[in-house]
């Protein structure tokens, strides 16, 4: 018994060394119900192949085997193979309703009605469940009470332990900050000016800092910067939203030197190496 997409193996005992093995394309019940089978008439080793259930239920396929030792073959016998589906849903979703908040809700569609499943869900590399559920009589299953964040959501059929391919669905929290970023800025001089922090719904109290989080010193739009320095421009909203955005600003002086004068014999050559400049 596999699930679907999964491969089998059968390696018969009590058998002459070195055995092979020849089949017919498997036949299945109901009819239709599992693709992947096919004939193999040269000899293997085992009985193999990767068969995938296109059926809600259970189905099976069953192979007629030809034994052969050498020049000696052997009485055929039937190898029969039951492909569990896999639980198949689609994800929707409600968003919370205000930022931070947890009254986020996922629904999952599309699995067999009145019946119980185990679902399970990572979020920021924390895993919940599994979950025993049963769905309701449209085969959906809720599952309530999340914040925002990126969910992977696993349905498994706890009676043939199989269990779909992960869904990944995104709860946003409403009216987050987002903090458009600025790019690194090497300046030749001696300052650089703050520009006007640009973003969508920031809180009005958005600005640059010299730590992370809003730590440090804060700086408004039109602070002048006369080191060399990371910038963080941090929003946060009274829900506890936040979004922050880091640039590097690197300030090369520009050298300046004063007039040169040195006096050489005709047929001399001369050289000026200016001093106080950049390395």
Known sequence: TICSGSSFSITPSGVPSGTTYTWSAPVLSPLGSITGGSSQGVGQSSIGQTLTSTVTSAATATYTVTPTSGTCVGNTFTATITVNPKPNFTPTKTDP??????????????????????????????????????????????INGLGAGTYDVVVTNPVSLCSSSPQTISLINPGAPDVYDIVDQTICGTTYTLPTITGSNLPGTESYYT?????????????????????????????????????????????????????????????????????
């Open 97 to 142: 309703t205000l930022c931070n908040a947890v009254d986020g809700k996922i629904t999952l569609t599309g699995l067999l009605a009145s019946t119980s499943y185990q679902y399970s869900y990572t979020v920021n590399t924390v895993t919940t469940g599994p979950v025993t559920a049963t769905s309701n009589a449209s085969g959906q299953i809720l």
């Open 211 to 279: 730590g992370p989080g809003g730590t440090g010193t804060a700086m408004s739009a039109g602070t002048v910067i006369n080191t060399s320095q990371t910038v963080y421009i941090y929003a946060t909203t009274p829900g506890g939203c936040s979004d922050q955005e880091t640039f590097i600003v690197t300030i090369n002086p520009k050298p300046t030197v004063s007039a040169q004068t040195q006096t050489i014999c005709s047929g001399s050559s001369f050289s000026i190496t200016p001093s106080g400049v950049p390395s």
